[in-house]
């Protein structure tokens, strides 16, 4: 109830991207000073995952997209989140796309971002995931690396960018997510057919010191793409799927038609999300067999909702934009659920 009044009165007032900041700086200094870890849940043994190599706590963690340069890790692992995926991160810095380029749509309990992989760079992530690790050891949760294409890249020169992101970034991560589906970043989405992602894979497994690759696809993608997708997982080994990023549809939306029209391009995330997640995760379900993970991702906001993701299919769960609407203790409530 707390946070709800001071969503409403508070953050829903303010910029959306300035509120996210103003949340993070929140998070980092109450990591800091010890007040996340009131948030913990207690190990209990239940719930626990064993996925591609990995023990994960409980099923639920962060979605890239909230902790791009891996400022906040250990204090979002004490909020609840069994793993953090950060990023995305790029081979190169970039500071992303022109302003304003987060918006909310609250009748929606949704987000359209046109952030474009601001972040810092790979090698400045790489030096502070090192500082970390050195600095928590075990007491982090498990960290992904999320990876995309560098905008001033041209997509027939992506698979040595993917090289160079990997070979800085892997050894500091416990996995690493390829991006090839945000559609923020032009020409990203190409991508991800089989003829062009295969090579991405492959220089990325190369260089990732054994670590587990997994790969992130956009629930735009036909169902015979996401079929094909899961046969190059399965040829070439990877750990797992990720299903699913944010989505240009605009399609079901409560919001007022003009509204969403004027906010303009961006992916949509958050509950209109839900029922094409599902659906992409059914098909994975079916085609992998439980040969390789499918980490559910999109629309899930309760407890009861990722549930139903595991039961369907899921190895793992993830939320984002359920964080912005629910609050800080949105993470701990999931498991809590999961793991009762």
Not at 85 to 107: C, D, M, W, Y
């Amino acid at each position: 109830m707390f946070y709800s009044f001071v969503f409403k009165n508070v953050f829903a007032r303010m910029d959306p991207e300035r509120a996210h900041h103003l949340v993070m700086f929140v998070i980092r200094v109450s990591g800091a000073i010890g007040l996340t870890k009131l948030a913990r849940l207690s190990r209990s043994g239940r719930g626990e995952v064993q996925a591609f190599g990995l023990h994960f706590d409980a099923p639920f963690g962060l979605a890239a997209g909230f902790d791009k340069n891996a400022v906040a890790i250990k204090a979002l692992g004490d909020l609840g989140f069994s793993h953090v995926e950060i990023g995305t991160v790029t081979a190169i810095a970039q500071s992303g796309n022109e302003k304003p380029r987060l918006f909310r749509l609250i009748a929606d309990r949704a987000l359209i971002n046109r952030m474009g992989f601001n972040n810092q760079g790979a090698e400045v992530v790489a030096k502070r995931l090192e500082a970390l690790r050195r600095r928590h050891g075990s007491r982090l949760p498990i960290i992904g690396v999320n990876i995309g294409k560098s905008r001033v890249v041209e997509v027939e020169n992506a698979v040595d960018d993917y090289r160079t992101s990997a070979r800085l970034l892997s050894r500091h991560a416990d996995y690493v997510a390829v991006n090839v589906s945000s559609p923020n970043t032009p020409g990203l989405r190409s991508l991800q057919s089989v003829e062009s992602l295969r090579p991405i894979l492959l220089a990325v497994q190369a260089e990732a010191a054994g670590k587990p690759i997994l790969v992130k696809i956009a629930p735009d993608l036909a169902d015979e793409d996401v079929v094909a997708v899961a046969d190059l997982a399965l040829e070439l080994g990877l750990a797992g799927v990720i299903a699913t990023n944010t989505t240009i549809s605009r399609d079901g939306l409560v919001a007022d038609a003009k509204k969403v029209a004027e906010i303009g391009a961006g992916g949509l995330s958050g509950a209109p999300l839900k029922q094409r997640s599902i659906e992409v995760l059914h098909i994975l379900a079916n085609r992998l067999a439980g040969k390789v993970a499918i980490v559910s991702v999109g629309g899930i906001e309760t407890g009861q909702e990722a549930q139903e993701r595991l039961d369907a299919g899921a190895t793992l769960v993830q939320g984002y934009s359920g964080f912005v609407y629910a609050g800080p203790f949105w993470a701990r409530a999931i498991n809590k659920y999961l793991t009762r």
